[in-house]
């Protein structure tokens, strides 16, 4: 599916680049399009049903927070792809992610960072086989 559309926009893409060619001069240089494959992240997702999923929403709402779940491109998807279990979690708020004007509040790092390390420590006894630590109180 994902190919169709790649083919689609690239055969858009030459059309509107030689459109372009046909209405304005070219005598500094035609307008070309290469497009070019930079990275090629698998795909993968985990059911909210899943231990380490429920964990992390569990440590979340312990911080006086609520989990958000949904889809993206992130590092989990490599091990998702790969069937191991593995969630990304954000340790603080932000926006404009990968702008100039991107931007984060500072001041929920550390609790985002006792987040990551409770989660760390919970994941560590799951995968050593204890079921996982037992989730913080507050």
Known sequence: ELDKIVDTF??????????ENRARS???????VEVKLIGDRP?????????IVQAAAALVQSFGMTP????SSTDANIP??????????GITE???????????TPELLPKGLQHLLALTW?????LGGGGGAPTPKR
């Open 80 to 89: 998702l792809s790969r069937g191991i279990p593995a969630v990304c979690i």
């Open 26 to 32: 070219t005598s500094q240089g035609r307008i070309e």
């Open 68 to 71: 958000v779940y949904g889809l």
């Open 94 to 104: 932000g926006g404009n992610a990968h702008r100039t004007d991107e931007w984060i």
């Open 122 to 126: 919970w994941a560590a006894g799951w």
């Open 10 to 19: 690239t055969r858009l893409m030459r059309e509107a680049a030689e459109e």
């Open 43 to 51: 795909f993968g997702q985990i059911p909210i049903s899943a231990p």
